[in-house]
């Protein structure tokens, strides 16, 4: 009975929409918090990221996690009350189309795909030099190189067969991350408490890195950007409504408590890798410091086991990467918003999935691989750009929250909306000012307006007759 009452309201909602069911329905809570979780992916964010803190900002760097992991969960409440009242793919392209803003809302869908693009090759990346060190293979950048196209190719396989199977290896995968985290937080702290003298101190570390004219806070900022990489994609989540059974009531939990518990266990595993530093002043100097305080703190073969659960973890997080960019792509295509809109909007009745839009990911994907350069560059693009899709998106929600009927039962901010939105807000403009201001982030910032820039001209040469 609650399974037909779930289905005739999912089938509701694509009627309401105007699309039909082409996507299967598979996803339950878990499946959907676990797509929200395996995008963020905590491990990868930390792994490609603490060693850019350390030689930035030194070990009291981490505290810019917790600070960045209360913005994003601000912007998550927003986000899963307005997936409540859109539950389809494409989120926030949808979403703005939905709000009477479709030119903003495809200009949207365009800053999403090639966030989408780019951050594959760099979660990748962020596996490769573990992966290596795990085989035994000497750490180049041929090696690293072909280590991601290999995973690039068996991502978007796995893709391609269908999301069902994507699903079931991203949910185990999630078992993985959270039992290497916590078992690696566990550990390295059982190791820190049992020594004879715990260094507390270095967990506030401020004069290992103090810059020549002596002010820490400008370096404690920069490091801001491990935070502001990791702790986004939650709305991949909504990305997936429409294979979600009973998407009004599951997305929104699925997207506020895979922010919350990542905020949560970051926090805790980078305190405890702190507090493992052997040597603060050699270790800001390492080239791979993460694996290196785990093996120096645990031994090599636990330290192996436990690095061994990091790369299935960030594995999967560029699997439900793929995930959500071919879906985006379905998304925009059924609209004849996309390029070769035919092609792009098939969904394969063997698999369940978006073939074509899945090897345009992976065609992409391997394009950016074989051309960065740097992997700086691309992280930072990769924080930049979800946080001008989260502004815009909730700038543009505040402006239309009221047409918007609130249905008793389903998740809603209420009496706290306005300050939950307004705050967001502030938090935003100021994280893409911490990202783009700093002299560093420059070569981010001339990207990321490129990027933008190009989707500016492209619209309105090919795309300017968007309706909502």
């Known amino acids: 009975m609650t399974q037909k009452i779930i289905s005739l309201e999912d089938e509701a909602v694509m009627q309401r929409f105007n699309y039909a069911q082409q996507l299967k329905r598979t996803l339950k809570l878990f499946g959907s918090f676990a797509i929200a979780f395996s995008f963020i992916s ?10 850019f803190v350390l030689s930035t900002a030194g070990p009291a760097g981490i505290w810019t996690w917790p600070l960045v992991a209360v913005g994003q969960t601000l912007v998550a409440v927003v986000f899963a009350e307005i997936s409540v009242n859109i539950p389809i793919a494409g989120y926030s392209y949808q979403w703005l189309r939905r709000m009477n803003a479709p030119r903003t809302g495809w200009f949207l869908g365009w800053i999403s795909f090639c966030f989408l693009v780019l951050v594959v090759p760099t979660v990748d990346f962020g596996m490769a030099p573990l992966l290596a060190s795990i085989l035994g293979l000497e750490i180049t950048q041929t090696v690293l190189m072909s280590i991601v196209l290999a995973t690039l190719i068996l991502q978007s396989t796995i893709n391609v067969i269908g999301v069902k199977l994507a699903a079931r290896i991203n949910n185990a995968a999630v078992f993985t991350e959270a039992v290497g985290i916590l078992g690696l937080t566990v550990f390295l702290l059982i190791k820190v408490f049992s020594a004879p003298e715990i260094n507390l101190n270095v967990l506030t570390d401020t004069t290992t890195m103090i810059p020549v004219n002596g002010s820490y806070l400008g370096v404690f900022i920069l ?22 059974v009973n998407a009004s009531h599951v997305v929104p939990r699925a997207i506020i408590l895979s922010v919350i518990m990542s905020g949560v266990f970051g926090t805790l595993f980078l305190i405890a890798c702190t507090l493992s530093i052997p040597d603060v002043n050699a270790i800001v100097r390492h080239q791979n410091p993460l694996p290196f305080i785990i093996q120096s703190s645990l031994g090599p073969t636990i330290g192996k086991l436990f690095i061994v659960l990091v790369i299935i973890s960030i594995f999967a997080c560029g699997l439900v990467i793929i995930t959500s960019g071919a879906r985006l792509i379905f998304a925009m295509a059924r609209d004849g918003q996309f390029f070769f809109n035919d092609i792009f909007k098939k969904v394969s ?6 073939v074509a839009a899945t090897m345009l990911m992976l065609i992409l994907g391997v394009i950016v691989t074989v051309f960065s350069n740097s992997l700086t560059l691309l992280v930072g693009a990769t924080s930049v750009l979800p946080a001008v899709i989260y502004l815009v998106t909730i700038v543009t929600y505040a402006r239309y929250r009221s047409s918007f009927s609130f249905t008793m039962g389903r998740f809603t901010m209420g009496r706290w909306a306005t300050p939950i939105i ?47």
């Not at 905590?42 to 060693?51: D, S, V």
């Not at 009745?349 to 978006?354: D, I, L, Q, T, V």
């Open 42 to 51: 905590i491990t990868t964010g930390i792994f490609t990221n603490y060693g």
């Open 223 to 244: 490091s801001s950007l491990m935070g502001a990489f990791t702790l986004v994609g939650f709305e991949a989540a909504a990305n997936m409504s429409e294979e979600t």
């Open 422 to 468: 307004m705050i967001s807000i502030i938090w935003l403009c100021i994280e893409l000012a911490i990202l783009t201001v700093p002299e560093q982030f420059h070569e981010i910032a001339y990207m990321s307006a490129a990027i933008m820039a190009t989707g500016i001209v492209l619209q309105f040469v090919f795309f300017r007759k968007v309706q909502s």
């Open 349 to 354: 009745a063997r698999h369940n999935s978006p």
